[in-house]
Each structure stands twice: as structure tokens, then as C-alpha cells.
């Protein structure tokens, strides 16, 4: 959980369809807001307002939403995010109501820190993110991946190798298998060089002209 409050301030959204592209030529992102049970509320945020949100938040951390005209806050995950592939902007969003009495479940993204330093070996990411369930407000920012715990070729870090707080958070682990056997990171060793192609020499390479084969002499004849 972030330490600070995130809150976004939101518009309710009249145009719909296409009509609502207008919207963003006017630097609005679409959005709305799911409720589970009831009906969504199509909503507009300032990009750039949801830019910053955005990058606190992530999809993991809860955002508190405030409708114009109303003093309340609405306690939401953006549970989806579309850009634009070319400029990269966000064009629509989706946030989830949620009860901050009931877990969720979510996606916590890993951050990995401190300097690799194996000779010989490269440092592969295994997963970017582990799921988890939790109340709203105890849902973590990231789990830290400390690469430092690597000292060998081979060695790997594991689910069980990081710091979580169990008491408050439930990880979603595959059937069968425990955070002992979950690889988040790994001291790969590096490729080789491969060797450089051997063709053999050709008699003429080897010394310069082929000898000639010298020919018996003839047999004597009883």
C-alpha cells in the first residue's frame, strides 16, 4: 500500500460512442467506473492528472475516485489501462469499485534492485509480477527483488526468498506448488564464443604447390 492517498477527480460523461472522441481531442481520457451488481458510470479524467495517478498506482495500489459535485470518494483499482501504440498516451480506462472490507485480487508488479555482479553469468527475470488477494488497503505497491542475494552461476531467487507480509497477504500460487518452487530470478550463465569454423587446408595451402605423385618405376621383367 502507497503511504500517501491517491485521489483522482473524475467528470461524469454525457457523450457517448463515437460522439465521445471529441473528448479526448480536448486532452480527456474515457473512462468508467465498474460496479459490481449495478450499472458502470462512463466518467472523463485530465490526462495528465491520470498520468500522475497512473504511475503511483499502477494497477495494484487503490485510488480514491471524487465525482464532480460530490464530496465522496469512491475506493477503485484501475483494472484496465489502453494506449495509444504510437504516442503511447492513455486513451481509456476502467476502474473497479471495491469494498475495503472484502480482499481483492491483484497483480503486484516485482521490483528488481541492487547490482548483479556474477562473472560469467547474466541475470534472467523470470516474472514481473506475482498475484496476490488482499484487503484494498493492505495491497503493496511491489514486492523488492534484492539481485544481490546472486553470487554464483546458477543460483536462483525464489517467491520464499522475498519479503512478504503473509499475515495480511494471500499469494495465488499455481495448484500444486509452493512459493519455494515459484523462480523469479536467475544467474544464467553466459553463451560461450563459438568457435571459429576449421576447414581444411587444401594441399596447395599447405605448402604452396601440390606435389606431384612420383610414379613407380617399372617392373622388371624374369
Known sequence: MT?????????KRDLLG?????????????GNINIPGKDSIPVTAERLELKRVYDKAGE??????????????IPVLIKEADFDPLQ??????????VSLKEAVEASIPLEFEGEFKVPG??????????????????????????????TEVGQTIFLSDIEIDESKIELILPEDTTKDEIALAIAQAERGE???????????????????EETPAEEKTE
Open 60 to 73: 495494484s495500489s487503490l485510488v480514491y475516485l471524487v465525482l464532480e459535485g460530490s464530496k465522496s470518494q
Open 194 to 212: 563459438e568457435p571459429e569454423e576449421v576447414t581444411e587446408e587444401t594441399p596447395e595451402e599447405e605448402g604452396g604447390e601440390e606435389k606431384k
Open 18 to 30: 463515437k460522439k465521445s472522441k471529441q473528448l479526448r481531442a480536448q486532452g480527456l481520457v474515457l
Open 88 to 97: 503511447g498516451e492513455m486513451f481509456h480506462v476502467v476502474f473497479l469499485k
Open 121 to 150: 553469468a547474466a541475470l534472467i527475470k523470470v516474472k514481473d509480477t506475482v498475484d496476490v488477494s488482499a484487503l484494498p488497503t493492505d495491497l503493496p505497491e511491489h514486492f523488492t527483488v534484492n539481485v544481490e542475494q546472486l
Open 3 to 11: 503511504s500517501e492517498k491517491i485521489i483522482l477527480n473524475v467528470k
